[in-house]
């Protein structure tokens, strides 16, 4: 009798239409040692849902790090500074001075300006050497793959030798 209720609660859990007691009817049930042969496949999974309830699950935050990038700040100081300068010369076009006509404001935003330029030319100058970098792994994987193509050449040909000398073994038979 008690086999004929599991089979029929079986048969609900399989439509989805169990409630919370029978699906605990069954876990009771799959719990025991012996249990009727055909049905020997829900045990194994009766127990796998007892085992992975009883696992700790993963709860460590992982802190997401987002690497900010300073380069549209330094783009929009540059082009603040390429804007005053061509200000500064329409202005004093006409005039032509040397930095010793500049008051003393002038010359520390001069000053600055060059120190700026100097910084964003550096910053090109190393983002062109990762470059080249990247342009030796290139040719490295590309030496590579021609290297590939010599070894899959290899390889098909001893294939073809290998499947010749059994076609001539079984010939021999």
């Given at each position: 009798m008690v086999l004929n209720s599991i089979e029929k609660l079986?048969?609900?859990?399989?439509?989805?239409?169990?409630?919370?007691?029978?699906?605990?009817?069954?876990?009771?049930?799959?719990?025991?040692?012996?249990?009727?042969?055909?049905?020997?496949?829900?045990?194994?999974?009766?127990?796998?849902?007892?085992?992975?309830?009883?696992?700790?699950?993963?709860?460590?935050?992982?802190?997401?790090?987002t690497k900010k990038s300073y380069i549209y700040q330094w783009i929009s100081?540059?082009?603040?500074?390429?804007?005053?300068?061509?200000?500064?010369?329409?202005?004093?076009?006409?005039?032509?001075?040397?930095?010793?006509?500049?008051?003393?404001?002038?010359?520390?935003?001069y000053n600055q300006a060059v120190e700026v330029f100097d910084l964003v030319g550096s910053k090109f100058e190393q983002g062109e050497s990762n470059m080249a970098a990247f342009g030796l792994m290139s040719n490295k994987l590309s030496q590579g793959a021609e290297n590939f193509e010599h070894v899959a050449e290899f390889s098909k040909a001893t294939n073809k030798i290998l499947k010749s000398k059994k076609k001539k073994q079984n010939k021999n038979k």
């Open positions: 079986l048969e609900k859990y399989d439509n989805g239409e169990t409630t919370i007691k029978e699906e605990q009817q069954l876990k009771a049930y799959f719990a025991q040692d012996e249990v009727a042969p055909h049905l020997e496949s829900y045990k194994t999974m009766f127990q796998y849902f007892n085992t992975t309830k009883q696992e700790d699950l993963y709860t460590k935050d992982v802190p997401l790090k100081v540059a082009a603040l500074l390429v804007l005053s300068l061509g200000i500064f010369t329409t202005q004093f076009g006409d005039k032509k001075k040397t930095i010793g006509d500049l008051t003393v404001e002038q010359q520390i935003a």
